[in-house]
């Protein structure tokens, strides 16, 4: 039959109180107050002598005043708590009043009753505790030392030995209400199991589940420690902070670390499988490396260029051809080579699609075209309107004055500040595999002690192997084979062989008069009025303004000159209409621009400069474009005791020696070509090429030198609309040489009308624009004499 007794009830909100602990509790709360008092009230009613509320600080004389601590989790009471009697009233140590109330047994709230003070006052059932005989031994033995354990990693010695010492089941389980591990539910659950053995075994399995907790804490506290210096404090508690997130990462299923968050982005990540596999090694490495070693900033700098690569990512190819070929012919006027491969190029793409042809061999069909050509043509620009006719990104390298081989292929990580080459770079800043890539200004690598960067290109370059490229800071294979690379270049001689090899070459010769004039009327001339502040409302610049800049005060092969000329003419436009000396709308017209850029730079010379024997007109090739060479001879008189050949004119080899084979030429046939070559023995001959500072080489001179030493000779001036290119070999054959169609713009630039070539040239005629062929009379000839019937006029004059 168990016992009721009838006690004021003290709900606990924060805490949950077992039996057989001494716990104080703060009278400032009102709920505890009440009740303390009620059950003091209930004591005097009984007869029993207590100690006085407002005596604090006397032990009271059998602890006959009793309360009920139930607890009150989340507004709702338990249907069991713990009857604990007053021991004593005092105060704190900060000066507040405190009880301490010691509790003994279990009590079943029953109903309400009556009672004295304001507190509930209820019926309340002793619980008699049960399966106290079934526990054994070795239950009652394992719990003492698992909490034996747990007080000995507290280092609370003291309580090992009190633990040791009780027998009793019961009280050993009801130790847990001390446990600061439990949460007050797993308390409440204790606190309302009745059964002995149920509530040791559940209280056995949290002591050891913490236990194994607390393994874990000092498991990972000496693996740290293992690796650290003993006077490294700081250190060492940032290594345990990061160890606890790491199993609290493992058990809650989310990266809690850096490295655990870069192991989710690469699974995450669209990467090829052997990139992928590159990625989680680099991870591992990564994991296993400590905060303080420089090692862990270079994986996470690696980590991070891999995942911002475009791996997967591509761009849909326009296989428009009519619209693509609208596009580059209203960005660019001319250039109808590049236009066509461009053109080609797409449609056997839009071919392969069509018939659902796709990968082949793991290539794919991407381009590396060459446009080689002179400044101001359009080359750099020309790689925009490629991209934009195909539908794809675009991104420019410049590669001028680049020495370092590092820079195309990458450093290697293990150099500090290493980075990707500049090809990586631009595949990443283009966002797509297949972007439309510019190799700017290619014949201005140099190499020096880091090596040759056109070594490096090689690879870049060859549709054969670009599509296994390995960058040496990645490391991993980057498939090029779809992207289209544009190479620009002035000059084919710095290229190497193996290089240009590499690539299919597109030579863009220079515009013509004509074309300049439709460049700058539809397109420079627009841009600088936008830029001068101006519409085409407020000034118009004439076709015949347009042709007269471009023939007479910017001779040049492109028309970057050109659209500084028509930018000159509208500042002093708008300079003229900021003082109002003119009004709007304003027409310049080729009579008007000696008020604007002055006199003409670029008039016909050749008239002049040939007006005497020993002066011939030829064509050469530079940076620059095609340009108009004259060759002069002289004979030294035989008196000044001169003698020999002197050659001037900052010429290279290779035109010193068309200059000795067009002496020796000329003295071995001197007598079928009718020339006095006999006092060529005691006279020096004097060859020199005008404009001396600037560098000359090539051997396509030859006969204009022959040209110019039998005017010399024969007395007969070069006719002044001739112009002649070509190598002459000893035999006197006109041998073939290149650029033929820059010399012939050139020439026609020049108000030249008659131009003779080698005749094996003659099929380069078919890339010469038909409006600069109506306007020339191009010869071809195969033998000096040819050239010298030609060019030398009838009128014969003696020679001094």
């Not at 007050?184 to 009745?194: A, F, I, Y």
């Not at 250039?335 to 082949?360: M, P």
């Not at 201005?444 to 690879?459: F, M, N, Q, S, V």
């Not at 090029?480 to 299919?504: C, H, Q, W």
Request: glycine letters at 8%; proline letters at 4%; charged letters at 25%.
């Amino acid at each position: 039959m168990s016992q009721t007794v009838i006690v004021p009830v003290l709900p606990l909100d924060d805490e949950v109180v077992l039996p057989q602990m001494v716990v104080p509790l703060d009278l400032a709360d009102a709920d505890t107050r009440t009740a303390i008092e009620a059950a003091q009230a209930g004591a005097r009613e009984n007869g029993v002598r207590q100690n006085d509320f407002h005596r604090p600080g006397i032990r009271s004389n059998g602890g006959d005043a009793q309360v009920l601590l139930v607890p009150r989790l989340d507004g709702e009471y338990g249907a069991i708590g713990a009857l604990g009697t007053i021991e004593q009233i005092g105060r704190l140590p900060g000066g507040g009043r405190a009880a301490v109330i010691r509790t003994t047994s279990r009590a079943r709230i029953g109903a309400g009753t009556t009672g004295p003070g304001a507190a509930l006052w209820v019926q309340a059932d002793i619980v008699e505790e049960t399966g106290a005989d079934k526990l054994t031994k070795e239950a009652i033995r394992d719990y003492k030392a698992v909490i034996a354990s747990i007080l000995q990693q507290r280092q609370a010695w003291q309580m090992v030995d009190s633990v040791q010492r009780l027998d009793d089941p019961s009280a050993l389980a009801d130790l847990s209400g001390y446990a600061s591990y439990l949460s007050n539910e797993q308390k409440k659950q204790l606190l309302e199991e009745v059964d002995v053995a149920e509530r040791l075994v559940t209280a056995l399995a949290w002591a050891r589940d913490h236990l194994a907790e607390l393994e874990v804490n000092e498991t990972i506290r000496k693996d740290v420690q293992e690796g650290m210096e003993k006077q490294q404090r700081e250190f060492l508690l940032r290594q345990q902070l990061a160890a606890i997130r790491k199993e609290l990462g493992e058990l809650s299923g989310k990266p809690a670390t850096e490295e655990q968050d870069y192991r989710a982005k690469v699974e995450e990540a669209d990467l090829p499988e052997k990139v992928k596999e590159a990625a989680l090694a680099e991870v591992d490495k990564l994991e296993r490396t400590s905060d303080q070693s420089p090692e862990g900033g270079w994986i996470r700098t690696w980590l991070d260029t891999v995942l911002d690569m475009p791996w997967n990512e591509r761009t849909e190819d326009s296989y428009d051809i009519k619209a693509a070929r609208a596009v580059l012919d209203a960005d660019h006027a001319g250039l109808d080579d590049v236009k066509d491969r461009i053109i080609e190029h797409l449609a056997v793409r839009a071919r392969r699609a069509e018939k659902g042809l796709g990968v082949v061999g793991g290539r794919r069909s991407g381009a590396v075209l060459a446009l080689v050509g002179p400044p101001g043509v359009g080359k750099t620009s020309l790689g925009e309107s490629v991209a934009r006719a195909m539908g794809r990104t675009f991104v420019r390298v410049a590669l001028g004055g680049v020495r370092d081989e590092a820079e195309v292929r990458g450093h290697r990580r293990t150099y500090v500040g290493a980075l990707p080459g500049r090809i990586v770079r631009a595949i990443k800043e283009a966002g797509s595999m297949n972007p439309v890539v510019l190799l700017d200004e290619v014949d201005k690598l140099g190499a020096d002690y880091r090596g040759d960067p056109t070594a490096a290109l090689l690879e870049v370059l060859d549709p054969a192997q670009n599509h296994t490229f390995r960058d040496h800071y990645l490391e991993v294979e980057l498939d090029l084979s779809d992207v289209m690379f544009l190479a620009t270049a002035n000059v084919l001689e710095s290229i190497p062989a193996p290089l240009l090899d590499r690539m299919e070459l597109v030579t863009l010769d220079g515009y013509t008069e004509a074309e300049k004039v439709v460049i700058a009327r539809d397109h420079l001339l627009p841009r600088q009025l936008d830029r001068a502040g101006l519409t085409a409302d407020d000034v118009a610049i004439t076709d015949d303004a347009l042709g007269k800049l471009a023939a007479e005060y910017t001779r040049e092969a492109g028309v970057r000159n050109l659209e500084r000329a028509i930018a000159r003419v509208l500042r002093k436009v708008t300079t003229k209409l900021a003082v109002d000396e003119v009004r709007t709308p304003l027409s310049v017209d080729a009579g008007d621009l000696r008020d604007y850029v002055g006199r003409p730079r670029h008039l016909p010379e050749s008239a002049e400069r040939t007006s005497l024997p020993g002066v011939a007109t030829g064509l050469a090739v530079t940076g620059t474009g095609g340009d108009v060479l004259f060759v002069e001879a002289s004979l030294a008189d035989p008196e000044t005791g001169s003698e020999g050949v002197t050659l001037t004119g900052q010429l290279g080899d290779v035109m010193k020696e068309s200059a000795q084979i067009a002496l020796s030429y000329l003295r071995s046939h001197g007598a079928e070509l009718e020339l006095p070559v006999g006092d060529l023995a005691h006279r020096g001959v004097h060859l020199h090429v005008p404009a001396g500072a600037v560098p000359k080489d090539g051997p396509s001179a030859g006969v204009t030198m022959t040209t110019a030493l039998a005017s010399l000779l024969s007395g007969r001036s070069v006719r002044s609309d001739v112009a002649m290119t070509g190598e002459v070999s000893l035999t006197g054959r006109v041998l073939p040489i290149g650029g033929v169609k820059q010399k012939l713009l050139a020439a026609h630039r020049a108000g030249i009308t008659t131009v003779l070539i080698p005749q094996r040239n003659e099929p380069d005629l078919d890339d010469v624009p038909e409006d600069v062929l109506k306007d020339l009379t191009v010869l071809p000839v195969s033998d000096v004499r040819e050239v010298l019937d030609t060019a030398l006029t009838s009128a014969a004059v003696l020679v001094a």
